[in-house]
């Protein structure tokens, strides 16, 4: 009996030590990259240390704040609104079983790494309320999986990418307030109305931007043609003035040189 009991604790035993060492090295890069681009005023990561990226699951148990685990892989990370600061590393792309990226409400900064494009599970990419900036990378249309896409309250600009139209389980698109110009694809306009968070405020606080669902952009002035157009009529209202005037100047002229003429041949005596 004891000799069973010993087998079972020593499987036991080495199937946790293979469960150690079978650790993802993909997810340890992932990881500690991404703690070196972060910067964490408030000590929310403490446990975020060498030791614990080097294990960070078993099984669907994790070992680090803000990691949700699957079958020993990263499943997520969700880190919002613990004032983050930093940019995220594009080796955020060796978590290549990641499902859902939440890095919302925090300080971070500079671009979206085109990487992420290698997260082919992808399904919750939320990045919004950050400091980031630069293009919205047309990778992500290769993120097939994605559902959500929300980066609103950020500094991104230059146009949306048509290729993200070709996202077909685009559910949620989230852009609003932000310094992006330039037509909203027809493919990203939700002309059927079905997706409620898909429509004009998902584009609003753009001053660039324009094209369905955003209604009509107001008229900021005149246009060239109009001025173009004032100036012309200005002059040629002027030219006809000043010619009337000219000519009923001489008219009256004329009139006066009549009026004298008569006057004199009245008091010429006759001969």
Request: proline share 6%.
């Amino acid at each position: 009996m004891m000799g069973i009991i010993w087998g079972w604790t020593a499987a036991a035993l080495l199937l946790l030590l293979l469960s150690a060492a079978s650790a993802d090295p993909n997810d340890e890069r992932c990881l500690t990259h991404l703690s070196q681009s972060l910067q964490d005023p408030l000590r929310n990561l403490q446990n975020w240390t060498k030791s614990t990226f080097a294990n960070p699951c078993q099984g669907f148990t994790s070992f680090l704040e803000g990691a949700i685990c699957n079958n020993g892989r990263i499943y997520k990370l969700s880190l919002s609104n613990l004032s983050l600061k930093g940019s995220i590393s594009p080796f955020l792309s060796n978590c290549t079983n990641l499902q859902a990226l939440d890095l919302s409400s925090n300080q971070l900064s500079g671009p979206i790494p085109p990487d992420l494009q290698y997260l082919v599970n992808l399904a919750v990419l939320n990045l919004s309320a950050n400091h980031l900036s630069g293009d919205i990378p047309q990778q992500l249309a290769l993120c097939a999986y994605l559902n959500v896409i929300d980066l609103h309250d950020n500094q991104f600009s230059g146009l949306i990418p048509q290729q993200l139209g070709l996202l077909v389980r685009l559910s949620v698109f989230d852009v609003s307030n932000n310094k992006l110009s330039g037509p909203i694809p027809s493919s990203l306009g939700n002309r059927s109305g079905n997706l409620p968070r898909f429509n004009a405020s998902s584009y609003a606080g753009n001053k660039g931007l324009y094209g369905y669902p955003l209604p009509p952009m107001k008229s900021s002035g005149l246009s060239v043609l109009a001025i173009v157009g004032i100036g012309l009529g200005s002059g040629l209202l002027s030219l006809i003035l000043s010619f009337t005037a000219v000519c009923v100047w001489l008219r009256v002229t004329d009139k006066k040189s009549e009026n004298d003429e008569g006057k004199i041949s009245q008091l010429m005596p006759d001969y």
